[in-house]
């Protein structure tokens, strides 16, 4: 295509313009294929590469309708001072005036702009050059010879068959691409909205002396559709529906959530259908805006500094809930509404910065005693964000709860469910207050290591008698991406589940976990995740036996 360009600059001046220009017949796109896909990597949550083709063919189609409809308002362009982003100075000011006052084959945009800098497409130059040819014809057959001369003709004619292949194949193209367009215009699921789906396959079981008595080999399910509709281009609003079986493996005799795996959150466990998520994410001025009407965690919209094993669906990451995120974003959830604003220059090694600030309200569509956004259980989140060069970040967590009766610590909004934590940590058994205060942090040296952990403590300051307690969590990971393949992934996790001391006599030793696992990517839809789960002192309590999990996760995404 650079040797057409090269060589049509050198035959004509009207040619020349013709290369320049974006006429009112040309496919107006204001930026090329390659260019619309990063923007809109620089805009919302990963999508399939499909996603992303289909949406750039219906952008530009849609560009080209939108601007071939405003151009045929504009009447014909006669002088080149009618644009008023044209000036005498600029380069190309002499081919513009031939095209347009000696052949007039340009109309321009309705603003009056000839918008000379913009980006130029093949597409584009194939189509204003069409243009200029269609209007030389036309010129030559109603006889104005004072316009187009002898020499103008035969130009124009060896052009055509010089580069009759080359047009022949780009008009091939357009008509293709028109094809296609119609295709999913009359098939498309909506101009707004895309549908991503992941659904996990998952077969466990438990071993040692007390968990292996308390459980059986299951084969369990879990399927979420996110259906991502953007109004703007930078806004989402996610309408998430989810279905599920699986059921809690019991380890202690007590209903503790260690080893709680991913795929068990937000299950219905008769596999009935729910909206388990509904949120918008939306830009205003520098500040990035979060609004959750129902399921909202704050590690929807706090950074968790846990790269590999934090995947935020569950499917893709850490086999269990402790492994994933830092338990301090398990505290509370459900509706309400959070911000991030950017701060700091960011020069020398501190990178810019950011500070996050939300509130959840568990019972907000309750309107009874002690229930709706304020006067039920709600926790309120405040994080500062550090980037420290390029592979270091930092995050420095506080959150203030409310737990009314009979409530659980680590919920994430349920009220009574547990997430992660023994059941001494999570049982709330008089309304109470807390104050959590967590740090996290993820370091990748290389772009096949990464190293991170965190660290939580939580005081909880009771109603009743003796239901004061202090509340420690903490984990390392280490993960290795690409890992013998493209995609896949390799990490181990070890930390202390939730566990409070001093409460419950017998019952103070840590409760450890390791866990171990490796996705397999088979394909770009589909991975495999062999991994295994090693709990130590189930319930605080040295009389439980260590308890093994073992789980083969398979997982496809849409």
Not at 316 to 335: C, D, Q, T, V
Not at 347 to 357: D, H, K
Not at 550 to 557: C, E, N, S, V, Y
Request: overall charge negative.
């Amino acid at each position: 295509m650079s040797n057409i360009l090269w060589k049509t600059l050198v035959v004509s001046p009207a040619v020349l313009g013709a290369t320049l220009l974006v006429s009112g017949a040309a496919i107006a796109s204001p930026t090329t294929t390659t260019e619309v896909s990063a923007t809109e990597q620089q805009g919302a949550t990963e999508v399939a590469q499909a996603a992303k083709d289909t949406q750039v063919i219906i952008s530009q189609v849609n560009s080209y309708s939108n601007e071939g409809k405003q151009n045929t308002t504009l009447s014909q362009v006669t002088s080149v001072s009618q644009f008023s982003d044209v000036q005498p100075t600029d380069w190309a000011f002499q081919a513009l005036q031939s095209l347009v006052e000696r052949y007039g084959c340009i109309a321009g945009y309705p603003n009056a702009t000839y918008r000379g800098n913009r980006a130029l497409t093949r597409f584009e130059f194939a189509a204003g050059l069409n243009a200029c040819l269609d209007r030389v014809n036309e010129l030559i057959a109603t006889a104005t010879a004072d316009m187009v001369t002898r020499q103008d003709l035969v130009t124009l004619q060896r052009l055509q068959e010089e580069f009759s292949a080359e047009l022949a194949t780009l008009r091939g193209r357009v008509d293709s691409l028109e094809a296609r367009t119609a295709e999913l215009e009359a098939n498309q699921f909506s101009t707004t909205t895309k549908l991503v789906g992941e659904a996990i396959f998952a077969v466990t079981d438990a071993f040692g002396d007390t968990a292996g008595d308390n459980n059986n080999t299951v084969f369990q399910n879990r399927v979420r559709l996110d259906l991502q509709t953007s109004f703007t281009g930078r806004d989402v609003l996610h309408t998430r529906l989810a279905s599920g079986n699986a059921q809690n493996l019991n380890l202690d005799n007590q209903g503790g959530a260690e080893g709680l795996q991913t795929f068990n959150i937000g299950n219905t466990g008769n596999n009935n259908v729910v909206i388990d998520w509904l949120s918008y994410y939306v830009p205003v001025g520098p500040a990035q805006v979060y609004i959750a009407a129902t399921g909202g965690i704050h590690s929807d919209y706090a950074a968790t500094n846990n790269p590999y094993f934090e995947d935020y669906d569950g499917g893709n990451g850490a086999l269990s809930a402790f492994a994933s995120e830092n338990p301090i974003y398990r505290i509370g959830g459900g509706a309400g509404i959070a911000f991030t604003l950017p701060f700091g220059q960011g020069g020398g090694i501190l990178r810019p910065s950011s500070l996050t600030v939300g509130y959840l309200g568990s019972e907000p569509n309750n309107p009874g005693d002690s229930s709706g956004i304020f006067n039920g259980n709600y926790a309120a989140l405040g994080q500062l964000n550090f980037n420290v060069g390029q592979r270091l970040a930092l995050a420095a967590t506080y959150v203030h709860g409310y737990h009314g009766l009979n409530s659980s610590l680590f919920d994430a909004g349920s009220v009574t469910n547990r997430i992660v934590g023994t059941d001494i940590a999570n049982t709330l058994a008089n309304p109470s207050s807390t104050n959590s205060y967590g740090v996290s942090a993820a370091f990748t040296p290389s772009d096949r290591l990464s190293v991170s952990g965190f660290v939580s403590y939580t005081d909880v300051t009771g109603f009743g008698i003796g239901d004061d307690k202090e509340v420690w969590s903490y984990g390392v990971g280490v993960a290795l991406p690409d890992f013998g393949k493209r995609g896949n992934v390799l990490g181990i996790f070890a930390g202390a589940q939730p566990y409070a001391r001093g409460v419950v006599a017998g019952s103070n030793r840590v409760p450890y976990q390791v866990e171990g696992f490796y996705k397999y990517r088979v394909s770009d839809n589909v991975s495999v995740t062999p991994g295994v789960i090693w709990v130590t002192n189930p319930g605080q309590n040295s009389d439980n036996d260590d308890a093994f999990i073992g789980t083969l996760r398979t997982t496809f995404t849409f």
